[in-house]
């Protein structure tokens, strides 16, 4: 005994009761038949026991040499390390979060008849899936799905304006549709109380008056529930002005006809440019009211059919700018910025036909392409005008958003956010059903994918959202409830608003940083009115410049908007379009208008857009590398910067350089290359490492937002996309003016904005770089 234990101990590196170590024990406790491996702690020598292999029988001398032991001691230690091995290598294959690029190999001599009876292909992708094995795992998912019956079911319903009944019956639906394939832990919603403007008891009225009695404009029985939310209320008289679709170079050329707008009642057709922007530019020109109509050769409705449409400059609860319209804050009362002073009314194509045939005055521009004849001011009866009635009312409704999430098994803490708006006037089938049924589709299919073996990196979130007719304020208060974290946690967002208006083309808008993903995205994706091709290929065949043909304005009362512009996430919304003007917002957005504008293939066009953003949000999650594109900010700097260039000479006279803009471009530019260099240089297997790139990588576009103005003046700071002085873009209209008429321009102002650019510029650039050490100011 003493001569084996001295043996083990030499052989193992160990000097006898000096340390902590493994001992092989034999336990003859009657059948010898089990080896055991336990920890010993500077065991004596009577703690020391024999080592004898797995079956030796129980009656067994002890040994009289050094040389059995030792060959039991060897043989032991190796049974123990195969069987080690084997472990690890069956817990290699079902540990979470571990992604290979080949598969691994298996061969038959490691199962038993039984076992190989049990194993199949979905084990197999459970132990190693790559990209494409994903990718198919999504297609035969899309292939058996259904979207048309979510469609009908949501569109069916009551009316869904939010805060309605309707709207909480779908909003009850959705969550039951999450809890059937999602962990009821990770199905949750938040409530708001926001303010709604709705009809009030009396309806809104148009009258021509002047000339004895009153006229009262019919707007006809379908137009009478129609209003513009936010509007002011009241009444208001003036002489009628047409004013095309109401874009500030329309009221710009009324200017030069020496038509006067001040004081007067403005008629635009819809369409452009959304209702907000309409009633901004039409205040500011000084009208009274706002009538806004759609126009026969914009929209193919029935004449008597009016659009609805908010017309609050902002996003959010217009009463609680900037923060969150949760019920336990308690702030005093107050506005957004963005209400409009003036009253507005939306009316049907006859009742504007009926006023516009009255108009006397300036002829119609020839470039309006309008079948008015006349812009006014007044009618041809100057004594007549026209006097607006708007009676809305402001209440406050309770709504709700609902979520669920697929979690990530490395980084659960970075996510995607897939949301669709669920609210509508009307059907609403494309304006919020379509999304919705894109929605629980994507939230049934993740999560039979991950029982079928795949393991997202990161989290995705399935978001409904309620309110978005009012100006995304379901996304928005959410943003707002949670502004100190979201720009740390989401990677990207998703919208599925009006996704599909169509089937011949596809458009896309929102942050430049996913423009190359979705270019890439939709070269696998086959078009779906032309299955021969990707849709890349039916998009670039179109214009050559596939960016161009596909990149749309973002519109402003989309969440899209809001997670970019007031949090600092990138967004995109996709859509496939017709070369029609689609009638949402009305009662014709109907389950028959759907499938006229996609030639009676909503389904396939529908799969086409859930395979997109499914492949999209794979790309994200799925990766090691944040597929970004951080670089392509620093061309779309470049363009701005070119444009303020050209004004050098006004800021020069001023005793202003571009040198420090062009300096911050420059370094942003230089930390976007150094970082690619670093990251093709690194091993991205390395967690630490690519989570700290990962983190520079997405907070981008957060930094974009200039710390310098006011959240609640202010909401939307973004540099390139916000709206205000403070942007790129308010910076070159202020040297436009400044060119123009100095004595317009407060040059304080803008010399302040130029600077505050500057440093958000410089301040992106310096996060871009990593850490502060390897920055490089030399000021």
Partial sequence: ??????????????????????????????????????????????????????????????????????????????????GFLVGYLAFRGQTPGKSASLPEQTTEASYTEEDEDDFDAASEAKTSLTFSDIKKMLKENLDSSQFLPDVNKVSEMNSR????????????????????????????????????????????????????????????????????????????????????????????????????????????????????????????????????YPDPEDY????????????????????????????????????????????????????????????????????????????????ANDKEQVMMEVNNVEEVREMHNVFGVVKGFEESDHYVVIGAQRDAYGPGAAESGVGTALLLELSRIFPRMVEDGFRPRRSIIFASWSGGSFGAIGATEWLEGYMSVLHLKVCAYFSLDRAILGGASFKMFGSSML??????????????????????????????????????????????????????????????????????????????????????????????????????????????????????????????????????????????????????????????????SQIESSDMNDVLLCRTYNNRIMRVEYNFLSPYVSINNCPYRHLLYGQGNHTLAGIVEQLKLLRVNPELVDFNTTRNDLAYATWTIQGAANALSGEVWTSSNNF
């Fill in 161 to 292: 304006e939010t805060g309605s009944v309707g709207d909480l019956t779908v909003t009850r639906y959705i969550r039951q549709e999450f809890l059937k394939n999602l962990d009821k832990r990770d199905v949750w919603s938040d409530t708001h109380y926001v303010t709604l403007q709705v009809n009030g008891k009396s309806p809104n009225r148009v009258w021509i008056v002047g000339s004895g009695n009153a006229e009262e404009v019919q707007l006809g029985q379908r137009n009478s529930k129609v209003f513009c939310p936010y509007s002011a209320t009241g009444n208001f008289t003036g002489k009628l002005v047409y004013a095309n679709y109401g874009t500030e170079d329309d009221f710009n050329l009324l200017t030069s006809m020496s038509v006067t707008v001040n004081g007067s009642v403005v008629i635009v057709r819809a369409g452009k440019i959304n209702f907000a922007e309409k009633v901004v530019n039409a205040e500011n020109m000084k009208a009274g009211g706002v009538l806004i």
């Fill in 515 to 676: 423009h190359n993903l979705i270019r890439e995205t939709v070269s696998l994706v086959k078009s779906p009115l032309s299955p021969d091709k990707s849709i890349y290929k039916v998009a670039e065949a179109g214009a050559g410049d596939w960016l161009k043909a596909v990149l749309q304005p973002i519109p402003m009362d989309t969440s899209v908007y809001a997670f970019l512009a007031i949090g600092g996430i990138p967004a995109i919304g996709l859509s496939f379009t017709k070369d029609e003007n689609y009638p949402y917002n009305t009662e014709e957005d109907t389950m028959n208008t759907l499938s006229k504008f996609t030639d009676d293939k909503s389904e396939p066009v529908a799969r086409a857009m859930a395979e997109v953003i499914g492949i999209a949000v794979i790309k994200i999650v799925y990766h090691h590398q944040l597929p970004l594109d951080y670089q392509k900010y620093a061309s779309d700097l470049s363009e701005y910067i070119i444009n303020i260039q050209s004004y050098a000479s006004e800021l020069q006279e001023r005793g202003l350089t571009m040198k420090w803009l062009f300096s911050a471009r420059g370094d942003f530019y230089r930390a976007a290359n150094t970082l690619r």
């Fill in 300 to 379: 193919k409705l029935d004449p008597d059919v009016a659009m609805f449409g908010h017309v609050h400059m902002g996003l959010g609860d217009p009463r609680s700018p900037g923060f969150p319209s949760f019920n336990h804050t308690q702030f005093p009362p107050t506005k957004s910025s963005g209400l409009p002073g003036i009253l507005v009314h939306s009316i049907s194509g006859n009742a504007a036909a009926s006023l516009l045939r009255k108009l006397g005055g300036v002829p119609v521009p020839t470039s309006w392409k309008s079948k008015a004849t006349k812009v006014g001011p007044g009618f």
């Fill in 1 to 82: 005994m003493d001569h084996a234990r001295t043996a083990i101990s030499s052989l193992l590196g160990f000097e006898p009761k000096s340390y902590t170590r493994f001992s092989l024990t034999r336990r003859t406790d009657g059948d010898g038949s089990r080896v055991e491996m336990k920890l010993a702690e500077n065991e004596n020598d009577e703690e020391m026991g024999d080592v004898m292999a797995d079956g030796m029988e129980s009656h067994v001398e002890k040994p009289h040499n050094n040389c059995k032991p030792l060959c039991c001691l060897m043989t032991a230690v190796l049974l123990v390390l195969i």
